[in-house]
């Protein structure tokens, strides 16, 4: 099936420090979309970018839609401890009856 | 809302038992999936649904079953639980591109 791979695997950083992950593939995909999931919660739907090039924000965070359509980035500015979680990233390829490749996850941890 | 509700929240099984995970969502969503989670695997597809009465299969369909019956239930069945089928499972549904995941059941099959 199809991969995507995401790093880092995980990051362990300062309060207030900013952070990037990214999303890579070797196919094209339609939609990108960036999840986080906290311990025993199902993941939650962050941002979700649909056209080349696109750059979104919510709050502190700022994902992007890769030019070439086969990759992804998530910045979160400033972090604070709830921002402590996994991060994923997710793909729609096209006429895939909207079924998403997720990466493997980003394990984010902040100290105080 | 309740969004997307799974049940139940825990579920320990004996090797050969069978058990259907519950999924509904309140969104009105066409899509409707189900996801297993294990360490270090990430999500991985198990079946899905493009509406009601239609199912399909995923990356990981093997020994499970699934129904829509009704619009806003998609049932996971597990005929012959397997030790191997220890894991956590997420039901997520989507109108079309954005999916939301429920809480997710964590099932261990001894």
């Known amino acids: 099936g199809q991969q995507l791979n995401q790093s880092p695997q995980s990051m362990f950083i300062q309060e207030g420090e900013d952070v990037s992950m990214n999303c890579t593939s070797s196919?094209?995909?339609?939609?990108w979309l960036w999840y986080k999931q906290d311990p025993g919660e199902g993941p939650v739907l962050l941002i979700a970018?649909?056209?080349?090039?696109e750059l979104t924000s919510n709050g502190r965070l700022t994902a992007q839609f890769g030019i070439t359509r086969k990759d992804s980035f998530l910045n979160i500015s400033a972090s604070i401890p709830s921002d402590v979680g996994i991060y994923f990233c997710?793909?729609?390829?096209?006429?895939?009856?909207?079924?998403?490749?997720f990466g493997k996850g980003t394990l984010l941890t902040v100290n105080p | 809302n309740a969004g997307v509700t799974q049940t139940p929240k825990f579920r320990v099984l004996k090797t050969g038992q069978s058990m259907t995970l519950l999924c509904a969502q309140d969104?009105?969503?066409?899509?409707m999936y189900w996801y297993r989670q294990d360490p270090g695997m990430g999500l991985r597809l198990i079946h899905y649904?493009?509406?009601?009465?239609?199912?399909a299969k995923g990356e990981v369909p093997d020994g499970y079953n699934v129904s829509r019956l009704k619009k806003q239930n998609f049932l996971l069945g597990l005929e012959s639980a397997a030790p191997s089928q220890t894991s956590v499972y997420f039901c997520?549904?989507?109108?079309?591109?954005?999916?939301?995941f429920g809480p997710g059941t964590r099932l261990t099959v001894l």
């Open positions: 997520a549904s989507s109108y079309p591109q954005e999916q939301f």
């Open positions: 196919s094209i995909f339609n939609t």
């Open positions: 970018l649909y056209k080349a090039g």
């Open positions: 997710a793909g729609q390829l096209s006429g895939s009856n909207y079924k998403l490749t």
């Open positions: 969104m009105n969503h066409e899509y």
């Open positions: 649904s493009v509406g009601e009465g239609t199912t």
